[in-house]
Structures are given as C-alpha cells and as structure tokens.
C-alpha cells in the first residue's frame, strides 16, 4: 500500500491527473464546487493490476473534490444512494437519529438502508436529505465518460492497410468506420460516416495527435464520430467541450 502511495509523488502522475481536471473544467464532477473553492483530486473509476496511476485512460478518471473523493472510497458517510426500509412511529422522543453529525432525538424513525453502509435509523429532516437525488450530479457528463471508458476498453481492433499499403488499426463505432494511423507519440485518426441506407462512407480528414498514447487517441476518435452522429445537440456540446479539454 505504501509503495502505491509513493507513486502519486510523480511526475508522470502529476501531469496525467491535470489533463482530467483541465477536461473538467477544474471543478468537483459531482458538486461542481471549484478549484478556489475546494481540493481538487483525481479519482479512479476503475482499476487495472499491473498499471501505474498515469497510465490509465482518461475516461477511467473523473475530477472530485477531497469530500466528494472521501464518499467515493466510503471513508465518510455518503450523501446519497440511501433506500427508505420502513417508517415507525415511536410514540415520542425515544429514538436518535444515527445520521454522521446529527443525534438529535425522534419521534418517526426511519430506517434507511445504503449498500456499503448498512442500515441506520434517521429523523424525518435527515431521510429527506439522504434520499434527496443528488440534482448537482452531471449524470449525462458522468454517462458519456462511461461510454469512452467503455469503447477504450472493450472494442475490436484489427490491423489493415489501405490501398497504399499504409497500416492501421480500425474498429467500428456503430456501422461507421474508425481508424488509427502511426505509432506512440506520433498517432493519427480517421472517421467515416456512413448513413443508413446508403452504400459508401464521408471519410473525414485524417487528424494528427502528438503527444497522446493509443488510449488517448481511441478517445478522441470516439468522441468525434459519436459528435458527427448524434442528432442532439446538448450532447454534442459535452462532446465539443469533452475533446477541447483533452486534445
């Protein structure tokens, strides 16, 4: 554990973890308090054996204040996710209320259940704000990033060569075409777009990326053909802002 821990100290990871709050717009995902506001950190969604913090895809991170982090580990009590189990009518002021900082006494208990933390006992005042849905929480954002996760880690890619020998990596997004040109360091992408109902595909201009590793430049060719394709415009702008952010 000591050893994963020195292993923040890097600079590799200091680097790493300032793209994903610059593609956050350097505030807390879940309640969007800012850097002049908050510790900023850089959570992980999921884990790799065998990686280095920084060598993970940007997708599988997400920007999180030093409280909003703390939940994500359950090393406080969390704000949310709480199911309502029963109401009991005490008869009087013989309960108290179990909620983190609170104590107060109650009369309506209300047993409340939270997969990692078991159930409690909570005052009428307190269930309202652990079963209140997290309005704050950017669940379309949060959605997408699942999304580029998901593509970088579980798409086919095959190797081909267009018809000047040139060799690639490609994969499909959909029925539409992705490719990726080059080596480390030195990538570049390509997209087609094909229309249902029609026989050839738009390729689009091939894009150069410096300085990305292959993860980073999948995630940015997803997040162009799911921008050239969806017809709703509030998801291109998260996409649009998304690609600035990484690129």
């Known amino acids: 554990m000591k050893k994963f821990r020195k ?22 995902v879940k309640c969007h308090r800012e850097r002049n506001e908050v510790v900023l950190q850089v959570h992980h969604k999921r884990y790799i054996y065998g990686l280095e913090p920084w ?9 999180l204040c030093k409280g909003c982090h703390a939940e994500e580990h359950n090393l406080i009590e ?22 983190e900082g609170c104590g107060t006494e109650i009369r309506y208990e209300h ?3 939270h997969p990692d933390w078991g159930y409690k006992n909570v005052g009428s005042s307190c269930i309202e704000f652990l079963t209140e849905e997290d309005k704050r929480l950017s669940s379309r954002v949060l959605k997408i990033y699942k ?33 990726i040109y080059g080596e ?6 390509q997209v087609a777009i ?19 590793n292959l ?25 649009r802002n998304i690609y600035q952010r990484i690129k």
């Open 7 to 28: 292993s923040y100290y890097n600079t590799k990871w200091y680097e790493f973890s300032n793209k994903v709050r610059k593609r956050d717009n350097f505030q807390c």
């Open 55 to 63: 060598e993970y895809s940007l997708s599988d991170c997400i920007t």
């Open 78 to 99: 969390p704000q949310k996710g709480w199911t309502l189990i029963s109401i009991n009518d005490l008869g009087g002021l013989n309960g108290i209320c179990e909620r």
């Open 111 to 113: 047993e409340v259940y």
């Open 147 to 179: 999304n580029i996760g998901d593509f970088v880690h579980q798409s086919d890619w095959e190797i081909g060569y267009t018809k000047k020998g040139k060799e690639f990596i490609g994969t499909t997004y959909k029925h539409h075409l992705i490719r």
């Open 184 to 189: 480390e360091k030195r990538y570049a992408y």
């Open 194 to 212: 094909k229309e249902l109902g029609e026989k050839w595909f738009d390729w689009k201009d091939v894009v150069s990326v410096r300085n990305k």
């Open 215 to 239: 993860n980073e430049v999948k995630e940015l060719a997803y997040i162009v053909a799911r921008g050239l394709t969806t017809e709703k415009q509030s998801e291109k702008e998260i996409l």
